[in-house]
């Protein structure tokens, strides 16, 4: 069991160790333990044979019960204590984990690597967890993300009529600093302005945003396709599969388009837990960072670089997106 009851973005970055796995040792039996809302993301993988799900509320007892359901290893790729201990009290056999918690001692075999000091990616420290079974994965490899072909018909006829390029507008995110909703706008009325389909993507809440901060004029754009709150997220990895570019945050979205040949530009704020070496998604595109000085967190207006995301202009975001349609490179980190 590879256990990470995690985000979008932070379990897209796991699939590289299912994929060691299967290669590694072809004939074992693969689950992945993901969170509820993100399980959908692994669906008709390769490497990975199930897929169990928990969302944070069950009793003990229940995730004891779960870990007693016939696994020889499991590799805890974040070391959630809750979850050690259950596997711990299920006595499964084989528990890895990283060795510097004060609940590794629920681990039998332990890595000892800090991922605080960010020297490599975040899927080049999930695969190393492998060196507890005592494997050499090798090269890592990037995820790739799978999608039915209804799915992917579903996403044509979803999209049919809209202009290509296809350009998806990705405005939320959950754990980062946000450009401002008003310069997503702008970006929106430029793409559309040059013939360019646009997809606004999102949750419910966030389109409720979106929309009450929509300037004057802007009400009816040729073009603009608002998907907002109204996709499950396997109907948006569809939507992503089908498009030609995606712009948000560092957000799950930049990670499943990664995983799904989606090039992606994308701003990342200037906090040293969001380093583009530890963080960037494995595919193609940019990742924009403000040319600001890294910081350890952020102290909100208190900081002289407030405004840090908001440096980085519609017009710079415009030409990186023309950049990225024009040239299929990998993801590289530009300071603006």
Partial sequence: MLVRPDGIGDQVLCLPVASALRNLMPGARITFLSSTYAAPVLQHHPDIDDVLTVN?????????????????????????????????????????????????????????????????????????????????????????????????????????????????????????????????????????????????????????????????????????????????LRELMAVIAGSDVLIAGSSGPIHLAAGLGCPIVSMFDPRRNQLPIRWQPLGQGIVLRPDVPTCEKCIYEDCPYWDCLDRITVDQVASRIQHVLEHAEPVSVMHV
């Fill in 56 to 232: 944070g509320n069950e009793r003990f007892g229940e995730l004891v019960a779960l870990f007693r359901k016939g696994f020889d290893v499991a590799v805890f790729l974040k070391p959630f204590p809750k979850l050690m201990i259950a596997a711990w009290a299920a006595r499964v056999p084989t528990r890895v984990a990283t060795g510097y918690r004060w609940y590794s001692i629920f681990a039998n075999r332990r890595v000892y690597e800090h991922r605080h000091d960010f020297s490599k990616h975040e899927s080049e420290y999930n695969v190393s967890l492998l060196k507890g079974l005592g494997l050499s994965p090798g090269p890592n490899t990037r995820p790739v993300l799978v999608l039915t072909s209804g799915e992917r018909q579903w996403a044509q006829k979803r999209l049919d009529g809209l202009p290509r390029p296809r350009v998806i507008v990705h405005p939320g995110g959950i754990s980062t600093r946000r450009w401002r909703i008003e310069h997503y706008w702008d970006l929106v009325q430029k793409l559309a302005g040059k013939g360019f389909g646009v997809i606004l993507t999102g949750s419910s809440d966030e389109g409720q945003r979106f929309g009450s901060e929509r300037p004057s004029g802007q009400d009816s754009l040729y073009g603009v396709l608002n998907l907002m709150g109204q996709m499950s």
